[in-house]
Structures are given as C-alpha cells and as structure tokens.
C-alpha cells in the first residue's frame, strides 16, 4: 500500500527557511516520481518542484527556482523539500505525491497523495 506523510510545514517569517520531509512506504522509491504541490485558499492545486527517481531529473516552477531544492534520501525512503527566502505567496499547503511515471509536474499525473502540511509565512 503506497504510504505518503508529510511534515516539516510551519509558521515562518517572509526570508526564512523549512524543509519539508515526505516519507514515503510501500513501493520502491528509487523508481518512483515524487512531486510537490501547493494549494493555497481559493486557487488551483500547483506542482512547484519534482524529482524523477530513475534518472534524477528534476522539475522547479518558474518563481520558485533558486528558492527550493528537491532531493531524496533513499536510505530513508524520503524526499525532501528545502525551502529558503520563503514569501507570504509560498503560504499553502504542500502535499506530496506519488507516480510510477513517466509523469510531468503536473497534479493530474499522480494518483498517490499525502495529508498536506500547512505552510504560513506572516510577520
């Protein structure tokens, strides 16, 4: 059964930091397409950043490159998202999801997803 829980959001001042942990069991991840999506209040579920587990490749929305870094742990069975210089338009939630691929960044690709974990960014 594939498992997806994320955690790791928060309540972060505009420039600060986080990193998202989703933890992923029952399939093998080396082989696996992780994305990350986004959905704040009142707008459409969004991919900002995907990794391609068998060859590496990686996807990054437009405003978020240079900002956010995907990589995985595959000792751990998790991806990870590193989040820096965060903004008040990063406030959503951010799920991770899970394909056995090919897919894009796209949310309608995935057929496996986590809880969500609530980020905030406010002074």
């Known amino acids: 059964q594939v498992q997806l829980v994320e955690s790791g959001g928060g309540l972060v001042q505009p420039g600060g930091s986080l990193r998202l942990s989703c933890a992923t069991s029952?399939?093998?991840?080396?082989?696996?397409?992780i994305g990350w999506f986004r959905q704040a209040p009142g707008k459409e579920r969004e991919g900002v950043s995907c990794?391609?587990?068998?060859?590496?490749?990686?996807y990054y929305k437009g405003s978020v490159k240079g900002r956010f870094t995907i990589s995985t742990d595959n000792a751990k069975n998790t991806v990870y998202l590193q989040i820096n210089n965060l903004k008040p338009e990063d406030t959503a939630i951010y799920y991770c999801?899970?394909?056995?691929?090919?897919?894009?960044?796209?949310?309608?690709?995935?057929?496996?997803w986590g809880q969500g974990t609530q980020v905030t960014v406010s002074s």
């Open positions: 999801a899970a394909t056995l691929g090919p897919a894009m960044c796209a949310a309608d690709d995935y057929d496996n």
């Open positions: 029952g399939f093998p991840l080396d082989y696996w397409v």
């Open positions: 990794v391609s587990n068998s060859d590496g490749a990686t």
